[in-house]
């Protein structure tokens, strides 16, 4: 597994990264207000001003690794289709993670592969959630987050309009404990990003923790742009690999929400919701939240390329090493299953 000093070694200083991968060129930190401009409605909004984003299906664009099995016992609803897998019909399901689906419904798959995590007791830190393959973005979030894109970007007040506290506690227990990965197509988007601020809020540790808090606040501070572009990339690469590629997914995901005139979600709104939940809030008073807010505030305004460097999709190990193994897990749940190799490449 790549250790958490992957980019400082592929860059032997800052000097070294590709131009699209700067922030401010050679504007000042002042003039990140010029990049605000007034919606139609007379707020301010910046959701015309950032550069086209790439989709979060290319950036974690991980081949499924297909199983053909027949089933002799119930085994739930195709995460596609959401019609139950038919009693010893064979079916799809992929190795690396708990997907299931009919062989039908696989040239339509828009679900990620997002290999499951190995640790069995969840303490609530977010690297027990989050695979150990990079990217390291937790299931949860990647599942929620395509949807959302998928079928709410033209929908106003995401991240601003409440779900009810039951239906987001069902679809956190079943993205998170369940034993396949549920069908999200018919989950309303206000639900889905309930369900990623819940988990988000949640966590043992913030999203940005606070031993790493200065050292982005120093960065947002700095009134050499250089220094300060220097400094936030630096601070980005010291967090823990599950924070850093968490952080960059959620950034690039924020950017599409802001870049939606439908959504009416501006950078300032996004940074005013996500602030005392990113850099958590136990010393929260109107000082700190203003500050977390501005620095907030830059981090969505760096171009989608600052971002994308860091979710780069690092390959697994060959499925023939998990044969044995998964074939004896999977013999004691269900002695009637049958395994076979199925290529669908051709």
């Not at 695979?131 to 395509?146: E, G, N, R």
């Not at 018919?186 to 940005?208: E, S, W, Y």
């Not at 630096?234 to 599950?242: G, K």
């Not at 700190?288 to 907030?296: A, G, S, Y």
Request: hydrophobic residues 35%; glycine residues 2%; aromatic residues 8%.
């Amino acid at each position: 597994m790549q250790t958490r000093d992957r980019i400082r070694r592929e860059y032997n200083s800052y000097n070294d990264l590709s131009r699209q991968f700067c922030m401010y060129d050679d504007q000042s930190m002042d003039s990140l207000d010029d990049r605000i401009e007034m919606n139609p409605n007379g707020c301010e909004t910046d959701c015309y001003t950032l550069c086209p984003c790439p989709q979060p299906s290319l950036l974690l664009l991980r081949q499924h690794n297909f199983k053909l099995k027949v089933y002799y016992s119930n085994v739930g609803n195709c995460v596609q289709c959401n019609k139950r897998i038919r009693f010893a019909v064979a079916s799809l399901r992929c190795r690396d993670c708990p997907l299931r689906c009919h062989t039908e419904c696989y040239d339509q798959l828009t679900v990620n592969c997002i290999p499951q995590p190995l640790i069995s007791s969840k303490r609530g830190h977010l690297s027990d959630f989050a695979p150990d393959a990079a990217p390291m973005v937790p299931a949860l979030i990647v599942h929620c987050v395509t949807e959302i894109e998928a079928r709410g970007l033209e929908q106003e007040g995401l991240y601003r309009v409440s779900s009810t506290r039951e239906k987001v506690k069902r679809l956190r227990h079943k993205l998170l404990r369940g034993k396949t990965t549920p069908h999200l197509g018919n989950k309303d988007t206000h639900t889905l990003c309930c369900c990623i601020k819940d988990f988000l809020r949640t966590l043992q540790r913030p999203l940005i923790p606070v031993i790493h808090r200065h050292d982005f606040v120093l960065a947002t501070q700095q009134n050499d742009p250089l220094a300060a572009e220097e400094q936030l990339y630096l601070a980005v690469v010291d967090l823990h690999r599950a924070h850093r590629d968490t952080l960059a997914f959620l950034m690039l995901h924020w950017q599409r929400i802001a870049q939606s005139p439908a959504v009416k979600m501006s950078i300032n709104n996004i940074a005013v919701i996500f602030a005392p939940t990113l850099f958590d809030d136990v010393d929260l008073n109107l000082s700190n939240v203003v500050i977390w807010q501005q620095v907030l505030r830059v981090l969505l305004l760096q171009p989608p390329g600052f971002w994308a460097q860091f979710l780069e999709v690092d390959s697994l190990m060959p499925a023939c090493s998990l044969d044995d193994d998964e074939w004896k897990r999977e013999s004691n749940h269900s002695p009637s299953v049958h395994w076979q190799s199925v290529n669908l490449a051709g």
